[in-house]
């Protein structure tokens, strides 16, 4: 039975070591990257060394203020494991499309390669613009500045995509300023309230990124924003969802 587990930690180890360090050939890495390559080291070296870890372990249990400490830690790590569960459970559970007849859509920037958009822009682009065409009195405010080797800004990337795919330009607002999701979204509402427009918003983002956006906007007063979800294409799902996990965390802990 031990042999069994030893070989089942390294099988896991490797399939997350593959999932995590593939992603980087297309010039994705992240702290998700990180994460997963550090946890696929964890299960590697758990199978490895499982006969020196378990004597480790009952070597400590001796000892009454090692067992403890051993306890204590075993604890912490249980509860760290259980809070990254649940908070990939919400961000899994949010990543799907609820808007329905909002009147402003908020499009989150992602990178642009140049003059080029990447594919999560481009996804994103499609999602709003599949729901500007079924909401014909919705507006989009297009938001995203222009980053290291963006040779325009990510709002400007958008706005060229949706106008060649038939979208009235006086249906868009540009927000060229921000660097990322928290400046997007305020400096977006800002966008909203200088032209009147209707507070009753939908988020358009990719859909690992819908929870912690959503998070982000009632933070800045949004009242029940609803989503419109751009799929991240199975290659770069565990990476974008393990760092968008770490950053549903971060904005529960902060507040």
Do not use: W
């Not at 890495?29 to 299960?43: D, M, S």
């Not at 920037?109 to 822009?121: D, H, I, R, Y």
């Not at 912690?212 to 979800?229: C, F, L």
Request: a neutral charge; glycine letters at 8%; one cysteine or more.
């Amino acid at each position: 039975m031990k042999r069994f587990f030893k070989l089942l930690f390294i099988v896991i180890g490797i399939i997350l070591l593959m999932t995590f360090i593939f992603p980087i050939a297309a010039n994705i890495f992240n702290i998700g990257n990180i994460v997963g390559i550090l946890a696929a080291f964890c299960f590697i070296t758990l199978g490895v060394f499982c006969d020196e870890i378990t004597a480790v372990i009952k070597f400590m249990c001796q000892s009454r203020g090692k067992k403890i400490f051993l306890c204590v830690f075993a604890s912490a790590a249980a509860v760290c494991v259980l809070c990254f569960a649940v908070a990939l459970g919400s961000v899994i559970a949010f990543s799907s499309t609820n808007a329905d007849k909002q009147n402003t859509v908020i499009v989150l920037g992602c990178s642009v390669e140049g003059n080029k958009p990447s594919a999560q822009l481009t996804a994103r682009v499609n999602a709003a613009c599949k729901y500007l065409r079924k909401n014909e009195n919705a507006v989009a405010v297009l938001s995203g500045g222009k980053g290291d080797g963006e040779n325009i800004s990510e709002a400007e990337c958008m706005y060229d995509m949706m106008r060649q795919m038939g979208i009235d330009k006086d249906r868009l607002y540009l927000e060229e300023e921000s660097e990322n999701t928290q400046e997007n979204i305020k400096n977006s509402l800002a966008v909203i309230e200088e032209n009147n427009l209707s507070d009753d918003i939908a988020i358009a983002t990719s859909d690992y990124h819908l929870k912690r956006a959503t998070m982000i906007a009632e933070k800045n007063g949004v009242k029940n924003p609803g989503r419109i979800a751009a799929s991240s294409g199975f290659f770069s799902i565990p990476t974008f969802y393990v760092r968008d996990t770490l950053g549903v965390m971060k904005e529960f802990v902060t507040g």
